[in-house]
């Protein structure tokens, strides 16, 4: 019977729990995990009282020793249920996790996290949901601690208004904790895809948190973790001596209420481009033709004095004046058209 299964272990995949499983494939795509192991639910099933039995804790401590880089190195304890940090179901909040934990006091915690599996709160959440209720405790991390400097959460896409296309930082000194609790304000970055800051508040402006390239590390760690997940995802990460590192990885669960308000519909056509474009492009010559295309707009803009600062702001519209479809190019008239009202006297015409 498996007790303990190491980072690299591909089993998590299978017996570990949905937040395990995001960080067995954050670390397989190399980004920075700081290295962990999980204790599996045979380990519960194999102790005779909700306390771990002594070859449960002699695996534990076994694990330990793989582990640590010092004798004082802490460690967080925290909950790895199947169905948490899940597209439907996140549990944020409801299973108990344990931070600074010692060496010795692990099997304690580790206690404790089985027995938030069967709390009322935990049982009523799966009841209003209407999850399973039958499994038995989940599995546990012990992952060593980052003595964060600056530590905070991280959503790929704005939670708030829908924007797939805005990173939302907010971050405080030291550990995360007293963020996620409420019990602390929190500086808050909004950075774009491209990693342009588009704001930034602060609770001390003479001290921020984050410097600029910290908070554009994070936006793209954040966006490097929705690629590999597929979907926007919320991160909690941390710096310790400027090494950035990824503490967990789960989906927006509540994105899928909010539409993109940045998303419009985006009308292709040939009719015009075709004559230049005829047959299949390949991708090189639309790379060029692309570049070509925005470059060309834009300086038309300048020539018709269009504001430099307006001009910056549109970046994105100059680079999708094309696209490419099934190897053919098409117009992207959405951006036609928003070039068309840069122009002076577009309003004035429009009336």
């Not at 390239?213 to 400027?242: C, M, T, Y």
């Not at 985006?266 to 033709?289: H, K, Q």
């Not at 925005?294 to 803009?301: D, I, L």
Request: glycine share 6%; aromatic share 10%.
């Amino acid at each position: 019977m498996t007790f303990v299964l190491h980072c690299h272990d591909p089993h998590t995949l299978e017996t570990s729990g949905g937040k395990a499983f995001a960080l067995y494939r954050a670390l397989n795509a190399e980004l920075p995990v700081p290295p962990w192991f999980t204790l599996t639910p045979s380990a519960y099933e194999a102790s005779t009282s909700v306390a771990p039995s002594e070859e449960v804790q002699s695996a534990i401590a076994n694990a330990i020793d793989n582990l640590r880089n010092d004798v004082d190195d802490r460690y967080a304890v925290r909950s790895s249920a199947c169905d948490e940090d899940g597209f439907q179901y996140s549990f944020a909040g409801q299973l108990e996790s344990y931070l600074n934990v010692t060496a010795d006091e692990v099997p304690a915690r580790v206690t404790d996290v089985w027995q938030s599996s069967f709390s009322e709160r935990v049982m009523s959440y799966r009841q209003e949901r209407a999850v399973d209720s039958s499994s038995s405790a989940s599995a546990v991390i012990v992952q060593r601690m980052v003595d964060a400097d600056s530590a905070g959460v991280a959503f790929s896409a704005d939670p708030v208004s829908g924007r797939r296309g805005v990173t939302v930082i907010s971050c405080i000194r030291g550990l995360g904790e007293a963020l996620v609790s409420g019990e602390t304000d929190a500086d808050t970055w909004e950075i774009d895809r491209f990693g342009r800051i588009l704001s930034c508040t602060l609770t001390d402006p003479e001290t921020p948190v984050l410097t600029p390239n910290e908070a554009k590390a994070v936006a793209a760690l954040a966006r490097r973790s929705q690629i590999i997940f597929g979907s926007p995802q919320d991160i909690e990460w941390a710096i310790e001596d400027g090494r950035l590192w990824l503490l967990q990885s789960r989906p927006i669960t509540t994105l899928h209420n909010l539409s993109d308000p940045d998303g419009l519909v985006r009308v292709w056509d040939n009719s015009n481009i075709a004559e230049s474009y005829g047959g299949v492009t390949s991708p090189l010559t639309y790379t060029f033709a692309r570049r070509a295309y925005e470059e060309v707009y834009r300086q038309f803009c300048v020539l018709m004095r269009v504001p430099s600062s307006v001009i910056g702001a549109h970046a994105d519209t100059f680079r999708c004046m094309i696209g490419l479809l099934r190897g053919r190019v098409y117009y992207n008239l959405v951006s036609w058209h928003k070039v068309l009202a840069l122009l002076p006297g577009y309003k004035m015409n429009r009336e």
